[in-house]
């Protein structure tokens, strides 16, 4: 997969990008990033990527030339048509689907604001979708960006040592939280690892660990259960 990012600070993402599995997937030529910056096609001496903005008001908000020039220059360094994903905070809340259906794409372009905003009609004109990580503000979408970068780089194939963790992860097994995990020692003076897990037996210890995700998804997060791909019994015994 192909990502470039259109940002004040590339190398920001670049170096978030560099380390751990998404390191290792760049190594392994899964994953290219590629930083396209504003500031290399503004005008001026000054080369001005911001003004004040029309109305009044405090802040700065993004021009529209530089961004587009370098939004060009990004689509036109490969032939694969991109759409391009602006991270706001007014986009579509980021989820492990969406994370899914952007991974199965063969190249992202994504734009990070900074100041108080983009010109809208730079957004109107250039940009296909907008995402959000969350309801928050951040100063950047670069940590946005690097957040995107992080959740499809390590869904591409090859990227995880084992290629049955990723289906294990949180939301993706049915859209439920993840269960509880426990390495050696055996005992411990902060507790004990469940009996079970030693066990050896594999079909109790799938059932154990599907029985850990519901309670906790109930416990944590209710929200996701009424979406999640419970079996009738499994709703029953929730309920019981
Ligand atoms: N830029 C600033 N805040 C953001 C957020 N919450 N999500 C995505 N991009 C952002």
């Not at 910056?37 to 001026?44: C, I, K, L, S, V």
């Not at 734009?111 to 250039?126: F, I, K, N, P, Q």
């Not at 990227?159 to 509880?180: K, M, T, V, W």
């Amino acid at each position: 997969m192909r990502i470039d990012l259109i940002s004040l600070f590339p190398e920001f993402v670049a170096q978030c990008a560099g380390f751990g599995v998404v390191g290792r997937a760049r190594e392994r030529g899964l994953l290219s990033l590629h930083g396209w910056n504003p500031r290399d096609y503004a005008e001026g001496n000054y080369r001005r990527v911001d003004d004040r903005p029309f109305g009044g008001g405090p802040g700065m908000v993004m021009m529209i030339d530089p961004l587009r020039a370098a939004i060009r220059a990004a689509r036109a360094a490969d032939p694969a048509p991109a759409r391009v994903t602006y991270l706001s905070p007014q986009g579509r809340p980021l989820t492990q689907a969406i994370v899914r259906e952007l991974a199965a794409r063969p190249r992202l372009v994504l734009l990070c604001g900074r100041y108080e905003g983009v010109d809208e009609r730079l957004l109107e004109a250039e940009v296909d979708e907008e995402l959000s990580i969350g309801d928050y503000v951040l100063s950047g979408g670069e940590l946005a960006a690097a957040v995107v970068v992080d959740a499809v780089a390590r869904l591409q194939e090859g990227a995880l040592n084992d290629a049955g963790s990723a289906a294990q992860d949180s939301f993706e097994a049915d859209g439920l939280l993840d269960c509880p995990h426990y390495t050696r020692p055996v005992e411990h003076e902060l507790g004990t690892v469940p009996e079970v897990l030693l066990s050896g037996n594999h079909a109790e210890i799938a059932r154990w660990r599907r029985r850990q995700s519901l309670l906790r998804t109930r416990r944590r997060r209710p929200d996701l259960l009424a979406a999640a791909d419970l079996s009738p019994e499994e709703r029953a015994w929730l309920a019981a």
